[in-house]
């Protein structure tokens, strides 16, 4: 019987899309990786460098190196080609580069005849989101940013050292930008499905040194740690990026914090932000809208300010 191919093309075979690619291969995600690169030797050096991994994994993946208009038969492609932050700068002091860089990539694969799904690791990563579903004009589904799932991964990783549980038993979001606005949302944070401001309250006194602003800050600043020791993050954004593509060609419909084109949740249109949606072979399948309480949704509303006073300074 005739199986069909599953197939991913990523884009920018730097460190985060390598990282993404070595990912899938050893979790046998899809059968296919294409690796692109505006260096094609890159793209070609690293396409057979992972190739060399199969005779030690549990099934064959083939990677090959490719061109942007030979993305017609993709089930994903993943965008990782940008730059990182100069010290001193944040993440939206990328976007004028990002802009140029992603309005050329994207409008190369659609003429291509690309159809399937974008998910967008490149910074910053929400405004480059939207950058991609104005140049594809693709539903808003089938443009997926990794938007806050590295930050919620990053927070359950906190909470399962203060709390000496496996982080996958911890379960809670970053919601907004993927950057400095970002937030915890708190009300809806659970260990083992109970609720963490629920535990705090009834013990006290075993868990008085545990101080939740702190907890937020450290998920905020987790990056920037590694950032100023090695000038980048590989592994943990490649993860997600893997997740989120296994949840789409599974149809595992898995909830993933993600950047999603807001379509009126949470009050806000016209931007992408980090919310918990469910994904599956559609793509985002729907935008999950918690009850956040007044002070979170007020951070919610201004971090999703800030994206679109960016969306709009890029206009003028
Ligand atoms: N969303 C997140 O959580 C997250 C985390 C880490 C990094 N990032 C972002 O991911 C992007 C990649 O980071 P990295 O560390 O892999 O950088 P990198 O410099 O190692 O790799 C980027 C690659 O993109 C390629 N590239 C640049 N412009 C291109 C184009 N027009 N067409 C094709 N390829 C092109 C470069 O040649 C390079 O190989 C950056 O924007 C970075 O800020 C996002």
Redesign the pocket.
Known sequence: MAKKARKVTI???????TACAYSMINQSICDEIMM????YD?AVAHALDLSHCMDFTQARTKVSAGRLEDCRDMDVVVL??????KPGQT?LD?LEE?EK?TR??VSRIVAGGFDGVFVV???P?DIVTYIVREVSGFPRNRVIG?GTS?DSARLKTLLSEVFSIDPRSVNGYAMGE?GESQFVAWSHVTIGGKPLLHILEQHQERFRHVNLDEIAQKTKDA?WEIFTRKG???FG?GN?LAYIVRSILNDEHKIIAVSAVLEGEYGQAGVCAGVPAIIGDGGIEEVLELNLTWEEQGKFTRSCEILKTAIANLRT
């Open positions: 884009v920018g075979s730097g460190l985060v899309g692109i690169d505006r260096t890159r990782t080609a940008g730059a990182n932050p993440r990328l990002a860089i050329d990539i690791a490149a910074n990563v990794t590295i993927h990056g980048n993050t590989q954004i997600a």
